[in-house]
């Protein structure tokens, strides 16, 4: 047991493939889950519990789901674009995907068809994974799609935000607004805010 608590500390994560491989016991496995040393994030896919890392919630979904990319409020609060920190991650996958099943942490899906899912894909390499995340103009495009489920106040605080930033494009956020077919409902709200 000593040398698979090893193993995790050198590694963060593990599938069980790669448990088997290195020649760790399902029952030490399992044993360390029960002793809360590890944690079972989905089915075949572990991480060491102690784990303290930025975006760690994040960074387990990029790791567990490599289809997912964060989306919505989750990327707001990434980008320091909206005060809300939400309680679950927002993630979207391909609309001809099948549902995915984590045990850890709370996800939300959305389906997104590829000509909202491809484009504005970013990742960023951190020292425990990549993270899959939407850039910051896509993300509040799709904020304003979604603006009747998750509320237009979070879509205008993201977009107000976002223009205060020393890096905002606003020929890169109309690009994206057209590709996620939002122009009419956004530009007046973007042209108020950059007469302001």
């Not at 001809?96 to 899912?117: A, G, L, T, W």
């Amino acid at each position: 047991m000593e040398k698979l608590i090893k193993y995790f500390k050198r590694n963060s994560y593990a599938t069980m493939k790669e448990l088997r491989v290195s020649g760790f016991q399902t029952r030490d496995i399992r044993a360390l889950i029960e002793k809360g040393l590890i944690e079972k994030i989905k089915p075949g896919f572990y991480k060491l519990s102690e784990l303290d890392i930025e975006n760690s919630g994040i960074i387990d979904v990029c790791k567990s789901i490599p289809q997912g990319i964060i989306c919505l409020i989750s990327a707001l609060e990434y980008y320091e674009l909206s005060t809300v920190n939400p309680w679950q991650i927002y993630v979207a996958i391909p609309h001809s995907e099948r549902k995915v099943k984590i045990n850890y942490p709370p996800v939300q899906f959305f389906y997104f068809r590829d000509r909202f899912y491809n484009p504005g894909i970013v990742k960023i390499q951190t020292k425990h994974g990549i993270i899959k995340i939407y850039n910051p103009e896509k993300t509040i495009c799709d904020m304003f799609r979604y603006r009747n489920k998750l509320g237009e106040d979070l879509a205008l605080e993201g977009l107000k935000n976002y223009l205060k930033r020393k890096d905002a494009d606003i020929a890169k956020l109309h690009e994206y607004a057209i590709k996620c077919k939002v122009k009419t409902v956004m530009l007046p709200y973007l042209k108020a805010m950059v007469i302001e």
